[in-house]
């Protein structure tokens, strides 16, 4: 009975790793707002990685999150790290800017050995301002981590609505008090 037990567990495991090796390795998640304020005034809130503090979910959920910023501010090569036990330990740097337009960071998770790219893309579109967030990446060969990026936009994808929501509240009262 024992023997058939871990027999039925190791075919089980085997079948995990399996399924796990067919599962793509990347995933791209993606969230969509309009926002009734011109770009500049949103892009202002992106470029300065010290805003995100404002707007970022992950800085809601533990206001005792330890953040430290390296860098030229609000420019390429401006870096974040942070230090939190709900929230996890990672490392964000600026690595292109379009002003007004477009930016893109890579986000690092040392802890989990995974990281992301993330791009933040602001178009005009009948006077509002429609910003998409990007954040896409591969998590390499191990099936495990496979997992992971199949359900990623199930992980992540509501916190970077609700990012994207708070810096709409935020952008369009900036914008009214103009």
Wanted: contains cysteine; charged residues 20%; hydrophobic residues 45%.
């Amino acid at each position: 009975m024992l023997k058939k037990l871990g027999l039925g567990i190791v075919a089980f495991l085997i079948f995990l790793v399996v399924v796990g090796w067919c599962l793509p390795s990347d995933f791209k998640v993606v969230r969509t707002i309009r926002i009734n304020a011109p770009a500049n005034i949103i892009f202002d809130n992106v470029k300065d990685l010290r805003q995100w503090q404002n707007w970022g979910v992950w800085f809601k959920r533990d206001p005792n999150m330890q953040v430290a910023y390296a860098g030229p501010d609000a420019a390429v090569g401006m870096s974040s790290t942070w230090q939190s036990e709900s929230q996890g330990n990672g490392e964000m740097e600026v690595i292109a800017i379009e002003e007004d337009q477009r930016f893109i960071y890579t986000l690092t998770f040392p802890d989990m050995g995974m990281g992301s790219t993330g791009e933040l893309t602001l178009r005009d579109k009948d006077g509002e301002t429609v910003v998409i967030w990007h954040d896409y990446g591969d998590v390499g060969g191990n099936p495990l981590l496979h997992y992971v990026a199949f359900f990623m936009d199930r992980m992540i994808g509501e916190d970077l609505q609700m990012g994207l929501e708070n810096l709409k509240v935020i952008s369009e009262a900036e914008f009214q008090r103009l």
